[in-house]
C-alpha cells in the first residue's frame, strides 16, 4: 500500500487539475496534507448551493 499523494487528495475533494499551492517548496508535504483534509468537498457545496436555489426559487 502507498499514501496518497497531496494532488491525488486535491482530486478526491474537487479541485480543478491545476491547482497548486502557491509555495510548494515552503508548504511541507504534512501541513498540505493538513489544508487539504481541513477543506470542504467543492461537488459537496455546489450540490447543496443548488438544492438550496432550488427550494427559494420553487
Known sequence: MRKL???ECL???G???DFNFLIDNIVS???QYKQIGN???IPVVTA????????LLT
Open 48 to 55: 447543496i448551493a443548488k438544492n438550496i436555489k432550488k427550494t
Open 5 to 7: 499523494t497531496p494532488k
Open 15 to 17: 479541485f480543478p487539475e
Open 11 to 13: 482530486r478526491l475533494q
Open 39 to 41: 477543506t470542504v468537498s
Open 29 to 31: 508535504r504534512s501541513n
